[in-house]
């Protein structure tokens, strides 16, 4: 069983305007209402590749409720954790070929809501065969919160995939408990090493080779159009991927991750891993739908991949 961690998810509203009129009312029938938030994009990913699969992290009031109903809808198995204050909503306005986007904070969490929570994790987690963890923190959440999740994963000899970016990133990085797996795209690696990357392959095997990366199997390095650079222990790649018309990269990186728990856990070769994961991040940005795959082009975007060892 493959579990993803959402620790601060949201109700996404999308409302589509012809134009958006500033100090105007602006009415629409054009709209969408997703469960929203990292962790559930590599979920429904996951449940579209057949793998089972459990979505957790932290919900509550009333858009809580329906963010489960919204993944039960899907057959989705979900436990999430209970807490007082409410779930967030996150908006996007889609106008005039732009995004503009209102994001709710979301509610903060106790101190008693975060160790219930801890418990919560442990008894899915002995349960897994991996967890998979994505998404910032929500308000009132220790920075060092993922760390002690890795701790937990540790003890239960369950690999762990981690998502995140600035400080919940740099904090398990410090750590003593660690990922199996990071995926920093090119400007999350530039902010945790504060410098400018460039994408040849020197740089990027420098940058892969920090010390901070010490003892991570696996450090991926997504290039958007260009592929990934990748480390796994003492091995370089580079994953040259296929021109494709790209419609909506949004969740590209989380269908990637769902690629690499479905992968790991099948225990594929190197070669493999690195393969699923790049078609599945490009057979997401050829959709609409953020977390959304075709699979019918799975296996001609698969076969274009060419994976170079550096
Ligand atoms: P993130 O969504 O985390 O910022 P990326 O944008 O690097 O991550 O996308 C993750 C993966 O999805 C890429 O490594 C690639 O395989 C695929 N992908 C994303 N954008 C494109 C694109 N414009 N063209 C082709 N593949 C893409």
């Given at each position: 069983m493959i579990l993803t961690i959402t620790m601060n998810p949201s109700v996404d509203i999308s409302y589509q305007l012809d134009n958006l009129s500033i100090n105007h009312v602006n009415r629409t029938n054009k709209l969408n209402k997703t469960a929203g938030g990292k962790g559930l994009n590599v979920t429904r990913v996951l449940n579209q590749l057949n793998e089972q699969v459990v979505a957790s992290g932290l919900k509550g009031g009333k858009l809580g409720e329906f963010l489960e109903q919204s993944l039960n809808d899907h057959n989705i198995a979900n436990h999430f954790f209970e807490i007082q204050g409410n779930t967030r909503n996150c908006i996007a306005i889609l106008h005039e070929g732009n995004q503009t986007e209102i994001l709710e904070g979301g509610p903060t969490i106790s101190t008693e809501e975060i160790e219930s929570f801890n418990e919560h994790f442990e008894e899915l987690v002995s349960k897994s065969d991996v967890a998979v963890i994505s998404g910032s923190l929500p308000k009132g959440?220790?920075?060092?919160?993922y760390s002690s999740l890795i701790k937990t994963c540790d003890k239960h000899s369950v690999p762990a995939i981690l998502d995140c970016s600035n400080k919940a990133l740099t904090e398990v990085l410090r750590g003593q408990y660690k990922p199996l797996l990071i995926k920093p795209n090119i400007d999350e690696i530039a902010e945790l090493l504060g410098e400018q990357i460039n994408e040849d392959i020197d740089s990027l095997k420098q940058s892969v080779s920090n010390p901070i990366f010490k003892n991570i199997e696996w450090v991926v390095v997504s290039l958007g159009s260009n592929g990934v650079f990748a480390k796994h222990k003492d091995k370089y790649y580079k994953v040259d991927i296929p021109k494709i018309k790209v419609v909506n990269p949004v969740g590209s990186g989380d269908s990637m991750i769902a690629g690499f728990a479905s992968a790991l856990i099948n225990k594929a070769t190197n070669e493999e891993i690195l393969k699923k994961a790049n078609t599945l991040g490009m057979l997401n940005a050829q959709e609409t739908v953020t977390g959304y795959i075709n699979l019918k082009n799975y296996d001609d975007l698969y076969n274009k991949i060419k994976i170079i060892e550096v």
């Open positions: 959440v220790e920075p060092n919160f």
